[in-house]
């Protein structure tokens, strides 16, 4: 159900400015859905209701549900249909740092 991003936390200036690799404070956060699942719930609502209010297919609500990537026009669509903003739909929560694939570019 989680969406993997890596966060960059720059100490001092751009991680990228160190060789063009992650740095040691690289922190993974993730993609959460879970308010709108919430959401749904407060204000009755099913998936196939949203689907044709925020006029998303199922392969959409199928990807949300599953927690995957989806375009931020789905978001604020969806956010549009329920008249709410998009921090009540989705959030970024704290990730396992052990799943990161670090890129290293040394020679």
Do not use: F
Not at 70 to 96: P, Q, T, Y
């Amino acid at each position: 159900m989680w969406v993997y991003y890596a966060i960059m936390v720059c100490v001092s200036g751009c991680p990228y400015a160190r060789g063009n690799k992650w740095n040691e404070e690289s922190v993974l956060r993730k993609l959460s859905y879970k308010k709108l699942w919430k959401l749904l719930i407060d204000l009755d609502i099913n998936k196939k209701t949203l689907s044709q209010m925020a006029d998303i297919s199922a392969s959409t609500l199928t990807k949300l549900s599953k927690g995957e990537s989806v375009n931020m026009e789905i978001i604020m669509r969806i956010c549009n249909a329920l008249d709410c903003e998009i921090h009540d739909v989705v959030e970024l929560v704290d990730g396992d740092a052990g799943n990161l694939h670090q890129r290293n570019t040394d020679a």
